[in-house]
């Protein structure tokens, strides 16, 4: 079965610092990758999908990932933290269910501090 | 309204409680999930429904029992809850169970068990 590995519960920049989060994942095949924010007292919210078309790929608010299948990454990033980024971050992978649908399964996630 | 709507966003409860938990999307989706959100642990799907048939019991115990009487509503009902099932459950939809498909999350209930 997929899985996915966040490395760092919490990571911390200052604004306008470069933001790196860290995710690997663990797949015989080809995965299907995920990204989600979560904001305080919300739900989560998807930043972005790795779906095969391109190995970087773009989402909201300014965040990129890229897949890197040699080193089993899914880094995400963003050249300049901005204040309204501090949140969780999580991690997913798509994995087969238990009656031949999809289920998501989640990355422990990391929780982004940015400092003024 | 647009969305993943879950209500009550929160709830208090004793341990000789019953209680439900209701989710409704707006989103014309096929597929229905609970997810339980506990502090330190990763976030842990409990249940899957698509097409309203239940695909997926992640060995919930049975104090949780989850109804879906059509593909807009999400039930999760609960019993004689206990103090470590305190967290915050969150409710998601997706077009289908996919493999490429991305989940909408609602805002959440905080549950608490006194």
């Known amino acids: 079965a997929q899985s996915v590995t966040q490395l760092g519960s919490h990571v911390s920049v200052s604004e306008g610092a470069l933001v790196l989060l860290r995710c690997n994942y663990s797949?015989?095949?080809?995965?299907?990758l995920f990204w989600y924010v979560q904001y305080p007292n919300q739900g989560l919210q998807l930043l972005l999908k790795?779906?095969?078309?391109?190995?970087l790929v773009k989402g909201i608010n300014g965040f990129e990932a890229e897949f890197k299948k040699s080193e089993t990454s899914f880094h995400l990033t963003k050249p300049s933290a901005h204040m309204s980024d501090a949140a969780e971050y999580f991690c997913?992978?798509?994995?087969?269910?238990?009656?031949?649908?999809?289920?998501?399964?989640f990355g422990a996630g990391t929780r982004l501090f940015v400092k003024a | 309204e647009t969305g993943v709507t879950q209500t009550p966003r929160h709830l208090v409860m004793g341990m000789t409680n019953k209680k439900s938990l209701k989710c409704e999307q707006h989103l014309g989706h096929n597929a229905m999930y609970w997810y339980k959100q506990s502090a330190k642990k990763p976030l842990e799907l409990m249940f899957v429904y698509s097409l309203e048939e239940r695909v997926e019991n992640n060995s919930v115990p049975s104090r949780f029992s989850p109804e879906c009487p059509n593909s807009s509503h999400l039930f999760l009902h609960l019993h004689t809850l206990q103090p470590e099932d305190s967290a915050l459950y969150l409710c998601?939809?997706?077009?289908?169970?996919?493999?490429?498909?991305?989940?909408?999350f609602g805002q959440g209930t905080r549950l608490t068990v006194v």
């Open positions: 790795y779906t095969s078309a391109a190995t």
């Open positions: 998601a939809s997706s077009q289908d169970n996919y493999e490429n498909t991305e989940a909408f």
């Open positions: 997913a992978v798509t994995t087969r269910g238990g009656t031949g649908g999809f289920k998501t399964i």
């Open positions: 797949s015989s095949v080809p995965p299907y």
